[in-house]
Each structure stands twice: as structure tokens, then as C-alpha cells.
């Protein structure tokens, strides 16, 4: 996977967004102004996405060296998950979608992540 990849994968989630809030090479992924993916544009050799904290330990454990704590994040809600290693893209699109799906769980006020799940719903989440 490529940043073009990612980046067209990520946009076809539904309403996802793009910005650079921190500089101009962190590229940053939103769904209701929450972020669920973040990278480096200029050195694209990982990625980070949201994780229930139970998951995030056994991926690291799982895949050690590729599935690590990112970097300035949460430790424990946020995986850093290296790009351009074995682990295959179908895999980084699941990581990328389970964290999309997990930041629209804790949207608020909950009228709002109703309304988003409703879309969601309505038009499917991209597989591949």
C-alpha cells in the first residue's frame, strides 16, 4: 500500500475527511471531526489507527515489530501499524476499518452517531 492507497481507501469511507491540523506532512483521516487514521505523508513507512485496547495487545503480540504503541498517541487506544512489511493490505484496510467503526461508536451526542451509523449502514463500509 502507497499513500495514494491509503489516502483513496480512507476517503471512501463514508463521510471520512482529510486535514493536517498537527503539520504539513501529517496526514490525518476524520469521521465527525474524530480521528481514526493518521500517517507521515513524507515518510510513509506506518500508520496509526484506533483499537479496542484488548485487540490493540494481541495484534502487537501477534505481529511484534509490525503492530507497535503509536507513536504520540495513547498507547493503549492507538496501534502504529508498519507499512510496506509483510502484513498484507487487505489487513491494514481491516485495521483502518475496525478503527473508522470505533470512532463512530463513540461519537457524541448520540443523535449524531445514530445518524452516522444509519448512513453507514445504508451505503456499506468498502471491503477491499
Given at each position: 500500500?502507497?499513500?495514494l492507497?491509503?489516502?483513496?481507501?480512507?476517503?471512501?469511507?463514508?463521510?471520512?475527511?482529510?486535514c493536517?491540523?498537527?503539520d504539513?506532512t501529517?496526514?490525518?483521516?476524520?469521521i465527525?471531526?474524530?480521528?481514526?487514521c493518521?500517517?507521515?505523508?513524507?515518510?510513509f513507512?506506518q500508520?496509526?489507527?484506533?483499537c479496542?485496547p484488548?485487540?490493540?495487545?494481541?495484534?502487537?503480540?501477534?505481529?511484534?515489530?509490525?503492530?507497535?504503541?503509536?507513536?504520540?498517541s495513547?498507547?493503549?487506544?492507538w496501534?502504529?501499524?508498519?507499512?510496506?512489511s509483510d502484513?498484507?493490505?487487505?489487513?491494514?484496510?481491516e485495521?483502518?476499518?475496525?478503527?473508522y467503526?470505533?470512532?463512530v461508536g463513540?461519537?457524541t451526542?448520540?443523535?449524531?452517531?445514530?445518524?452516522?451509523?444509519?448512513?453507514?449502514?445504508?451505503t456499506?463500509?468498502?471491503?477491499?
Amino acid at each position: 500500500m502507497d499513500i495514494l492507497e491509503l489516502r483513496r481507501y480512507c476517503l471512501s469511507l463514508p463521510l471520512a475527511e482529510e486535514c493536517t491540523p498537527f503539520d504539513e506532512t501529517t496526514l490525518v483521516f476524520k469521521i465527525g471531526g474524530k480521528m481514526f487514521c493518521y500517517t507521515d505523508m513524507v515518510r510513509f513507512d506506518q500508520l496509526a489507527v484506533k483499537c479496542d485496547p484488548d485487540e490493540a495487545i494481541l495484534l502487537r503480540e501477534r505481529y511484534p515489530d509490525r503492530v507497535v504503541p503509536a507513536f504520540h498517541s495513547n498507547k493503549r487506544h492507538w496501534n502504529g501499524i508498519a507499512v510496506g512489511s509483510d502484513l498484507s493490505d487487505a489487513f491494514i484496510r481491516e485495521q483502518i476499518r475496525a478503527s473508522y467503526r470505533l470512532v463512530v461508536g463513540g461519537i457524541t451526542p448520540k443523535a449524531r452517531r445514530q445518524e452516522l451509523e444509519e448512513l453507514i449502514e445504508k451505503t456499506g463500509l468498502p471491503e477491499e
